[in-house]
Structures are given as structure tokens and as C-alpha cells.
T-cell receptor, first 109, second 114 residues
Framework: GQNIDQPTEMTATEGAIVQINCTYQ??????LFWYQQHAGEAPTFLSY????GLEEKGRFSSFLSRSKGYSYLLLKELQMKDSASYLC??????????FGAGTTVTVRA | IAGITQAPTSQILAAGRRMTLRCTQD?????MYWYRQDLGLGLRLIHY???????GKGEVPDGYSVSRANTDDFPLTLASAVPSQTSVYFC?????????????FGPGTRLLVL
């Protein structure tokens, strides 16, 4: 079975930094994805990690430690438009994605 | 059409009725997926298809069926709807199941079963 845990909610101030942690226990590992989902909309791809380390893409970075079953998504220079749910997803050996329940981030002025 | 489309956008359905949710993609992606999203549970895979002509069961397949007659279309059918199937349904596609290719999601269908 798959077990993917992430915090339910986080709140931060505009311009600040927020780190969303994700821990996983899965039967097989073939990559970890982060998606952003605004209320009432479809998830959209943010980042992909398959090797240990940090992947940076503009204001967003994602880190992976396979030995610890741990990832985080770092959002820098927060903007109001970053208020959304952030979904951690692990791809297994059968290439199917399992998702965490998502972390709702609220950015306040 | 650009990307993935789903129809209908939303639907209210009486319990026991049959319903087909439609999904079409124009990206010529090989793999397609159906998820349901419920509050507090995240996205859960219902059925998937790695290529036209093949389908597989996901985490929550009971009460649902799919077909993949061609590359572009992947309909999801509820044979006899029940209130627990009230959810938001997302269709997704990817060029291949593995590799760095991510899944692209359609806009979703909001289904209420009464």
C-alpha cells in the first residue's frame, strides 16, 4: 500500500518563505511530483524529483531524500496568487501516481 | 481543442442511474487516467490505460468501468450511481507512464448523486 503524509494547512505572509514537507512509504519508487491546485481548478505540475537533492525552478524548489522517504517543496517570495493546495505524489514501480491529501497554503498580506 | 476536455462540467444524478463521464485529449498521449478527489482524501486513482486497447484497475475501481477504443478518448461509466460516488472526477493523460513526463489534468467533472 501507499502512505503519503503532508500537513493539512499552512499560513504565511506575502514575501515570506514556506516549506511544505511530504513523507512517504510506498511499494516501489519511480519519482516524486509536486502539483499546485487552485480552488475549483485542476492540478498543474510544479516539479519532479527522482534523484536525491534539490531541484530549483524560479521561486519554487523541491528536495528529495529517497533513503528517508522525504521531500519538501519550498516556496520563496510568496505572492497572493500562491494561495492554493499543494499535492505531493509518488510514482510507483507500475508507473501509477499516489497522492497525498494536499496542503492548503494561505498567503496573507 | 487544446489539452484535455471533460464533459459534463457538473451533473446532478439520481441514485441508480447510469452515467458516462467523457474525457478527450488531443496531445496524442499514450496513457490516460481517471481520479476522484474527495475532501481530506486527495486524488485517488480509479482506472487507467497505458495505451489504446488496454485498461487497468486503480485504487478505487468498484462501481466504475472504462474503455479505451482509441488514443484520444477515455470514458468513465458509473453503471448504477450511489451517493458515495459524489465527488469531483479528474481525467489525466501523459505521453508515457514512466519517464519525466508528468500527467496533465482536465478541468474536472463535479458529480452529485442524490
Amino acid at each position: 500500500g501507499q502512505n503519503i503524509d503532508q500537513p493539512t494547512e499552512m499560513t504565511a505572509t506575502e514575501g515570506a518563505i514556506v516549506q511544505i514537507n511530504c513523507t512517504y512509504q510506498t511499494s516501489g519508487f519511480n519519482g516524486l511530483f509536486w502539483y499546485q491546485q487552485h480552488a475549483g481548478e485542476a492540478p498543474t505540475f510544479l516539479s519532479y524529483n527522482v534523484l536525491d537533492g534539490l531541484e530549483e525552478k524560479g521561486r519554487f524548489s523541491s528536495f528529495l531524500s529517497r533513503s528517508k522517504g522525504y521531500s519538501y517543496l519550498l516556496l520563496k517570495e510568496l505572492q497572493m496568487k500562491d494561495s492554493a493546495s499543494y499535492l505531493c505524489a509518488v510514482r510507483d514501480d507500475d508507473y501509477k501516481l499516489s497522492f497525498g491529501a494536499g496542503t492548503t497554503v494561505t498567503v496573507r498580506a | 481543442i487544446a489539452g484535455i476536455t471533460q464533459a459534463p462540467t457538473s451533473q446532478i444524478l439520481a441514485a441508480g442511474r447510469r452515467m458516462t463521464l467523457r474525457c478527450t485529449q488531443d496531445m496524442r498521449h499514450n496513457a490516460m487516467y481517471w481520479y476522484r478527489q474527495d475532501l481530506g482524501l486527495g486524488l485517488r486513482l480509479i482506472h487507467y490505460s497505458n495505451t489504446a486497447g488496454t485498461t487497468g484497475k486503480g485504487e478505487v475501481p468498484d462501481g466504475y468501468s472504462v474503455s479505451r477504443a482509441n488514443t484520444d478518448d477515455f470514458p468513465l461509466t458509473l453503471a448504477s450511481a450511489v451517493p458515495s460516488q459524489t465527488s469531483v472526477y479528474f481525467c489525466a493523460s501523459s505521453d508515457s507512464p514512466g519517464g519525466v513526463e508528468t500527467q496533465y489534468f482536465g478541468p474536472g467533472t463535479r458529480l452529485l448523486v442524490l
